[in-house]
């Protein structure tokens, strides 16, 4: 029978090397899986993020993007980009013109004794009425003498002011139209609508035609070098001229050759 010497008993030291390499263990674990976490960075603006070697992780901003953005401006109203859509008639003598804003599109035409504005309109614009002060009657569409400027304001149906403009020219009412009213109407054309009015020239006297650089004073003047009545206008008076030189020429040489004595 064996026997256990309890004498060294108060010599032994209490130790818990299993429990204590658990707790290393778990310490290690806990280190590690702390280092391995992944950590979220929130980043401010497009950047690349790009692993090392060691397994770092290299964070770089993208190209430079501009901060100070202008602001997109809509507009419940968008101007026309194609010319095709719009009949060439349009803009005869005239001109397409975009003003207020990108808000106001219009086209206009003319010929020797009116002038044709059209002015695209949203779906649900209504017109009521348009007004042209002041405006010469029919009888003194030849007595376009005052300096005063007419003015156009196109109303909607509340009542209030659309569009208002001053006109480059002076104007008169149509034959037998009594009322002081401009003659406008409300087309459409490719399911979009348009107000059209026609202005008639008032001219000082009698046999003069006024061609138009622009209807509005707040529209870009257009060169009218290019019309052909313009073109015909200039080869006339050449015409004109190099007959006035010769009839002159001859007058002198007749004037100038001696007299028989009588």
């Not at 029978?1 to 263990?25: A, F, G, P, T, V």
């Not at 770092?56 to 026309?80: A, F, R």
């Not at 086209?107 to 010469?136: C, F, G």
């Amino acid at each position: 029978m064996s026997r256990i010497d309890y004498s060294k008993w108060d010599h032994l030291e209490d130790s818990d090397d299993d429990y204590n390499n658990n707790d290393d263990n778990d310490n290690d674990n806990a280190s590690t899986a702390e280092n391995h976490r992944p950590r979220v960075t929130k980043l401010e603006q497009p950047s690349r993020i790009t692993t090392q070697a060691d397994g770092t992780l290299l964070v770089e901003p993208s190209s430079p993007t501009t901060t100070n953005k202008q602001p997109v401006i809509m507009n419940h109203y968008q101007p026309v980009t194609t010319e095709d859509e719009i009949p060439s008639e349009w803009i005869i003598k005239g001109d397409h013109v975009i003003l207020e804003n990108n808000i106001i599109e219009l086209w206009w035409s003319q010929d020797r004794y009116s002038v044709t504005i059209r002015i695209r309109l949203a779906s649900e614009m209504k017109i009521k009425s348009v007004q042209i002060e002041p405006i010469l009657s029919y009888q003194d569409r030849h007595c376009a003498t005052g300096t005063q400027t007419p003015v156009l304001k196109i109303h909607t149906s509340d009542g209030s002011v659309w569009f208002e403009g001053s006109l480059s020219h002076p104007v008169h009412l149509a034959e037998n139209d009594d009322d002081d009213t401009v003659d406008w109407t409300i087309v459409t054309h490719q399911h979009q609508k348009y107000l059209t009015m026609i202005l008639y020239k008032a001219t000082p006297m009698a046999g003069m035609f006024v061609w138009w650089k622009r209807p509005l004073l707040q529209c870009p003047e257009r060169s009218l070098e290019t019309d052909d009545d313009n073109d015909s206008n200039n080869d006339s008076r050449r015409a004109f001229q190099q007959a006035w030189t010769e009839a002159h020429q001859q007058f002198v040489a007749e004037t100038s050759r001696p007299r028989n004595a009588l």
